[in-house]
């Protein structure tokens, strides 16, 4: 089993529409998820962190996440065609030292 | 504040010929990381450090060395290159092992042929 999974997607919605990316993971042990966005040709940067059980929202972006089903997901409101790119879910591991393993990436398109 | 700077952004190398990708940050971050990223893939941790003088493997650190003299630099080594190197690889900086984040450089684009 891979350590982190994503649907590769392409996820396509229309403007102004929810985008939902979903994320499993295998370390029952693994303690921060992060969400990283990368546009084509760049590096990854980071939007948004969670540690505990439950949701966290930053403006447009909303992160849920459940540890007993080791699953993190990402909701971004109002999607904007400057939201397209490939989304990375990221999660520490103990196998690694707690560094984080990132998963395939979701890309994500978005039209208008 | 430059943040993470890697050097050189595009590289061809030849088949047995070695480089070296340097790394450099600004930030006075302890824990460093080398990522290589094929097409379509995620990220895989070839190795990291949690300081100077301190590196360790991640999950693909076959035909790769690093050192870390300094907290600032963390140069990563590719010794006898092959085609299966070709990637684009990225130094990452962190305060706090996974608890903030990372700081991502721009990237290396290396091609074996």
């Known amino acids: 089993q891979k350590e982190v999974e994503q649907n590769s997607g392409p996820l396509s919605v229309p403007e102004g529409a929810i985008a939902s990316l979903n994320c499993t993971y295998s370390?029952?042990?693994?303690?921060?998820f992060f969400w990283y966005r990368q546009y084509s040709g760049k590096s990854p940067e980071l939007i948004m962190s969670?540690?505990?059980?439950g949701d966290k929202e930053d403006g447009r972006f909303t992160a849920q996440l459940n540890k007993a089903s080791q699953y993190v997901s990402l909701l971004i409101r109002d999607s904007q065609p400057s939201d397209s790119a490939t989304y990375l879910c990221a999660v520490t591991s103990r196998h690694y030292g707690q560094n984080f393993v990132f998963g395939p990436g979701t890309r994500l398109s978005v039209l208008p | 504040n430059a943040g993470v700077t890697q050097t050189p952004k595009f590289r061809i190398l030849k088949i047995g010929q070695s480089m070296t990708l340097q790394c450099a940050q600004d930030?006075?971050?302890?824990?460093m990381y080398w990522y290589r990223q094929d097409p379509g893939m995620g990220l895989k941790l070839i190795y990291y450090s949690v300081g100077a003088g301190i590196t360790d493997k991640g999950e693909v650190p076959n035909g790769y060395n690093v050192s870390r003299s300094t907290t600032e630099d963390f140069p990563l080594r590719l010794e006898l290159a092959a085609p299966s190197q070709t990637s684009v690889y990225f130094c990452?900086?962190?305060?706090?092992?996974?608890?903030?984040?990372?700081?991502f450089g721009s990237g290396t684009r290396l091609t074996v042929v």
């Open positions: 990452a900086s962190g305060r706090d092992r996974g608890r903030d984040g990372y700081t």
């Open positions: 370390d029952r042990g693994s303690q921060s």
């Open positions: 930030m006075n971050h302890n824990y």
């Open positions: 969670i540690y505990s059980n």
